[in-house]
């Protein structure tokens, strides 16, 4: 199957500063990517949908201004933790289709706030 | 919009064991259900999907079922070992074709242990 990753696979910032991460499709070009947030236990959440070359859809409830979202190629998206607090600590997931119905997903970043 | 529940919410079986996970939705739009497996600290990774169009897919010792009138599918795994302990999630989403695909909504998920 097709392969996405993602950096860093974990990242430690101190409360006020911010944290980017990176998605990008390693063998497939993607016009559409998306970013998940997953808190223990629970399932995953889409945060928003990430379109190559226009805005991001930003699903009910995600501040689109906390949480910037690039996509600036069809192999990569990155999203921005702005003015980070200890509650935007999360496990945060991105996926891209490839073409096809299939959609794959990266291995996941652990951001830690503190 | 879609809503997908899943259950159970755990399953412990002994290895060799058969397990099944079943999942409902409710948009009769959808038509693409896939199946991914998560390990601790890593993302879901793909195990097996269906296409509203068929009825069940099987590959080696899984397999899924689709019941479009009733708006259900399961996921069957037989001669379970121990490494396929981990957490599944089944999804529903409508694609409405081309190149632009709509988004996955996931169940809650299930934990399955497997006994050795």
């Known amino acids: 199957g097709a392969v996405v990753s993602q950096h860093p696979s974990w990242v430690i910032c101190k409360s006020g500063t911010s944290v980017k991460i990176e998605c990008r499709s390693l063998?497939?070009?993607?016009?559409?990517m998306f970013w998940y947030r997953q808190f223990p236990k629970q399932s995953l959440m889409l945060m928003a949908t990430?379109?190559?070359?226009?805005?991001?859809?930003?699903e009910q409830g995600v501040e689109k201004d906390k949480f910037l979202i690039n996509h600036a190629s069809l192999t990569l998206s990155t999203l921005t933790v702005t003015s980070a607090h200890p509650e935007d600590s999360s496990f945060y997931i991105c996926s891209a289709n490839e073409q096809g119905y299939e959609q794959y997903f990266g291995p996941g970043t652990r951001l830690t706030v503190t | 919009g879609e809503n997908v529940e899943q259950h159970p919410s755990t399953l412990s079986v002994q290895e060799g064991d058969s397990a099944v996970i079943k999942c409902t939705y409710s948009d009769s739009a959808s038509n693409y259900f896939p199946w991914y497996k998560q390990e601790l600290g890593k993302g879901p990774q793909l195990i097996i999907d269906?296409?509203?169009?068929?009825g069940e897919k099987k590959d080696q010792r899984i397999a899924v079922t689709l019941n479009k009138t009733a708006k259900h599918f399961s996921l069957h795994i037989t001669e379970t070992q121990p490494e396929d302990s981990a957490v599944y999630f089944c999804a529903a989403r409508h694609n409405a074709g081309g190149t632009s695909y709509g988004k996955l909504t996931f169940g809650q998920g299930t934990i399955l242990t497997v006994h050795p």
């Open positions: 990430s379109n190559e070359g226009s805005k991001a859809t930003y």
């Open positions: 063998d497939f070009q993607a016009t559409t």
């Open positions: 269906i296409r509203s169009n068929v």
